[in-house]
Nanobody
Framework: QVQLVESGGGLVQPGGSLRLSCATS????????MGWYRQAPGKQRELAAR???????TYADSVKGRFTISRDNAKNTVYLQMNSLKPEDTAVYYC??????????WGQGTQVTVSS
């Protein structure tokens, strides 16, 4: 049974930081492309960041320079360090896993709210 479990979301003030984690089980983690997507109210789900098995990384333009994605293959976990958070970063953040660019598996999501 495949499981992706996100943690680390919450309420933070503008300019603050959060670190999201996604612990996985049931997949050969090291060969999967791992991603973080987000969905704001009334908007479509969008890619925030993606890291391939070989380590190549893609960021959405809106998060470049502020977010950092990383993976720990020994712990089967992917992270998203989010700095300089803005109110427009408010969304449910989802972890994803796939063998190509399109995700096959999704986590349940974690809420990130940026507000003063």
């Amino acid at each position: 049974q495949v499981q992706l479990v996100e943690s680390g979301g919450g309420l933070v003030q503008p300019g603050g930081s959060l670190r999201l984690s996604c612990a996985t089980s049931g997949i050969a983690f090291s060969i999967y492309t791992m991603g973080w997507y987000r969905q704001a109210p009334g908007k479509q789900r969008e890619l925030a960041a993606r890291i391939r098995s070989g380590g190549s990384i893609t960021y959405a333009d809106s998060v470049k320079g502020r977010f950092t994605i990383s993976r720990d293959n020994a712990k089967n976990t992917v992270y998203l360090q989010m700095n300089s958070l803005k109110p427009e970063d408010t969304a449910v953040y989802y972890c994803s896993a796939g063998l190509a660019y399109d995700p096959t598996y999704w986590g349940q999501g974690t809420q990130v709210t940026v507000s003063s």
